[in-house]
């Protein structure tokens, strides 16, 4: 455990003034003490930032000074300068970009969590009972996980977002619907390797019933592995979803959106290539921060099955 | 060798088999869905101001009207005759349209995925061999970097670069490699340029990891005690058994050089099945959405064949069913 390691013992009193700055020099927190358990500094910054991300989108609304993201608040295209509202500069109509990527993470966080919810619940439910009960159920998991996997992401969505039009209600369920075989297949895999073990054995002697057998005592042992995945697919989301925003087929104008604001500054890229790092800087650390969150959760998962 | 061709045939058509009831699934739901759109098709050819006597006669000519299960079979009838229908507004045969996109849309992928595998197998090999120096760090950070950036982030970061900045390659534009090589050669670098970084990143990661581990095997350890020079070991020892989980990477990878395609190809103009298919989805030409479902799925059923396949002549140990 690093982290324990990083905790000096705080008793013995500091005599001469030299050794007292190498105490507090000691104690200061460092990056390379920043650690998750049996993880990297680079992965702890990643986790801090997904968490920092979080809490930007939900209290966006109540950063004091911040311009509203869908109306003008200065001349169109300026560069990046040392104001808030004009630090990432603005864009072709002189909205302010930081706040646009701000509210754009707000939309893009939300669509991605709720996404996530939908392929989790249902892949959940389907995946444990084709688990458990195998026969049909399980042929349509497979075929179900078969189908998703041989077509590219994006080409689904803009099926069905093309045929349902756009919203954010109608994008959230349509990107959804894309990991439902993913987690399923988890699901099923967990449920199966957790059938035959001695604790269900033991259950089942005990005159358990399905529901428990699946819900009270299988389901707390697929946490780990879905967890594990639930980073990397949610990286995979946010970029379906910038690309659906990109190729303008995403969440409806003026409402802002990480695709869609590097969609329109292409435009003006030639006369004002700064103008595209705030979006671009935004989904790729983004992106970067979910999958390495995920690596950890992988390695984490992986190490504990060799153990046990 | 008729005998020992008799096992792959079987092994190809069971996969064949299997792979029906996905290409069902996606083209009957393709079809359902068409008919959750807004606006009949004949509304839609026809325009505004059509009268119901029209768009009447033109339901009876083409079926547009008819409920979604009699409209899949008909479609299907079509497609087991080789007739994927016209497109709506054009009234081309669709099948003859694919054919030429889908050997441009095939042309990027294929150069992408050489382009990655001549990078990143290498190198892979390399850091493999040498685990925990400094280029072996350098590119594993590399890698989880470009595996972060989108398709399209790509497209527009190089397009300015390259296009915009050095004007070295064209932005927008295409020339068939069999009406002028050269120029054809001109304009799919950009294209190629924007799919390979991504596709580079995610082979390295797994070859290296499969490098890795096959490095750990005790005939490795064996050539190594007997003194056999490391790159000897690597290329007649490592490579191959490690080949499988690549061959594998490469296929499933193809799923993201097709999406990736749709973003290339609308960012430069490419005409290939990706843009095909986003002017489709714009006129809502569902013929033609329809035919490129089928043609995905298709696809990855014979890569799959092909890797299965690819197995086995890698790696004799592996039973072909």
């Given at each position: ?23 507090v ?6 990056l ?5 358990p049996?993880g990297?500094?680079?992965e702890?910054v990643?986790?801090a930032?997904?968490?920092?991300l ?8 109540f950063i ?11 001349d169109?295209s300026?560069p ?8 990432l500069?603005?864009d072709?109509?002189?909205r302010s970009i930081l706040?646009r990527?701000?509210y754009?993470?707000?939309?893009s ?8 919810l ?5 892949g959940?439910?389907f ?15 497979d075929?179900?996980?078969?189908t ?7 080409l689904?969505?803009l099926a069905?977002?093309?045929s ?5 209600f ?5 990107l ?8 399923a ?25 399905d529901?428990r057998l ?9 946490v780990?592995?879905?967890?594990a995945?639930?980073?990397t697919?949610m990286?995979?989301l ?8 990109f190729?303008?087929?995403?969440i409806?104008?003026?409402?802002p ?9 292409t435009?003006?890229?030639?006369r004002y290539?700064?103008l595209?790092?705030g979006p671009?800087l ?14 950890y959760?992988a390695r984490?998962?992986?190490s504990r099955?060799r153990?046990? | ?9 079987k ?12 290409f ?29 006597q029209q768009?009447a ?8 009207d008819?409920?979604?299960w009699?409209?899949y079979f008909?479609w299907?009838?079509?497609v087991?005759?080789g007739?994927?229908g016209?497109?709506?507004?054009s009234q ?8 030429d996109r889908?050997?441009v849309?095939?042309?990027?992928a294929?150069?992408?995925m050489?382009?990655?595998f001549i990078?990143?197998?290498?190198l ?7 685990p925990?120096?400094l280029?072996d760090?350098?590119l594993?950070?590399?890698?989880s970097?470009l595996?972060s ?9 190089l ?6 900045v ?13 009406d002028?090589p050269?120029?054809?050669?001109w304009y799919?670098?950009l294209?190629v340029?924007c ?6 990143a995610?082979?390295y990661?797994?070859?290296r ?10 005939f490795v ?9 490391l ?8 490579l191959?058994?490690?080949l ?8 499933l990878?193809m799923?993201?050089?097709l999406?990736?395609?749709?973003i290339?190809?609308s960012?430069?103009?490419v ?16 013929p033609?959405?329809q035919?490129i479902?089928s ?15 690819g197995?086995?002549l890698?790696d ?6």
């Open positions: 455990m690093t982290g324990a390691r990083s905790r000096k013992p705080a008793g013995k009193p500091v005599a001469d003034p030299q050794s007292l700055s190498e105490a020099a000691a104690a200061r927190p460092r390379s003490r920043l650690r998750l049996g990297t500094p680079v702890a990643c986790a930032f997904l968490l920092l979080v809490l930007l989108a939900l209290f966006v609304d004091p000074g911040l311009a509203s993201p869908n109306f003008p608040y200065g169109f300026q990046p300068d040392l104001t808030l509202n004009g630090i500069g603005t072709a109509i002189g706040s990527v701000l754009g993470a707000r939309t966080i939300s669509i991605v969590f709720f996404a996530t939908i392929s989790l619940g249902f959940l439910l995946g444990m009972v084709a688990g458990f009960y195998r026969g049909s159920v399980e042929r349509a998991v075929l179900y996980a078969n998703m996997a041989s077509l590219p992401p994006i689904v969505i069905l977002v093309a349902t039009g756009s919203s954010v109608t994008i959230t369920v349509a959804g619907i894309l990991d439902i075989g993913t987690y297949r988890v699901a099923k895999g967990g449920v199966i390797s957790q059938s035959n073990r001695d604790y269900i054995l033991a259950a089942r002697a005990m005159g358990a019933s529901a699946l819900l009270k005592e299988i389901l707390p042992n697929l780990p592995a879905l967890t995945i639930v980073p697919l990286a995979g946010i970029i379906t979803e910038g690309s659906l925003s190729l303008g087929y995403g409806p104008a003026p409402a959106s990480w695709g869609g604001m590097i969609a329109s500054s435009d003006l890229l030639s290539p700064l595209i790092f671009v935004a989904i790729v650390i983004t992106v970067y921060a979910l999958n390495t969150v995920g690596d959760f984490r998962l992986s099955e153990q046990g | 060798m008729s005998a020992g061709a008799l096992p792959y045939l092994a190809i058509s069971t996969r064949l088999l299997a792979g029906i009831p996905v069902i699934l996606v083209t009957f739901a393709a079809t359902a869905l068409s008919s959750l759109a807004p606006g009949s098709a004949a509304q839609l050819i026809l325009g505004e101001n059509a009268s119901s768009i006669e033109l339901n009876a000519a083409y079926g547009y008819l409920p979604v009699e409209r008909k299907l009838g079509g087991v005759q007739d994927f016209r497109t709506l507004f081309q045969s669709v099948a003859k349209l694919l054919v889908a050997a849309t095939f042309e990027i294929f150069l992408a050489f382009v990655s990078i990143a197998v290498p892979a090999l390399y850091t493999a061999s040498h925990g120096k280029l760090t350098v594993r950070s590399i890698a970097v595996l950036v989108p398709t399209f982030v790509t497209v527009v970061l397009a300015y670069i390259f296009a915009i050095l004007r070295w390659l064209p932005a927008t534009g295409w020339e068939n490699f069999s002028d050269l120029a054809n050669l799919v670098t294209p340029l799919l390979a970084p991504h596709q580079t995610y082979l990661r797994v070859a990891g499969e490098f890795l581990a096959t490095l750990q095997e005790d350890t064996v050539a190594r005690a007997k003194g056999m020079p790159s000897y070991i690597l290329l007649r020892h490592v191959r058994p490690s499988p989980q690549v061959l594998t990477v490469l296929g990878s799923t993201y050089l999406g990736g395609s749709f290339v190809e960012y430069f103009a005409p290939g099945i990706g843009w095909t298919i986003l002017s489709a989805v714009n006129s809502h030409d569902f033609v959405v035919a479902l043609l995905t799925v298709a696809i990855f059923v014979v890569i799959f064949i092909l890797v299965d396949l197995y086995t890698i004799p140990r592996v039973d072909v069913s």
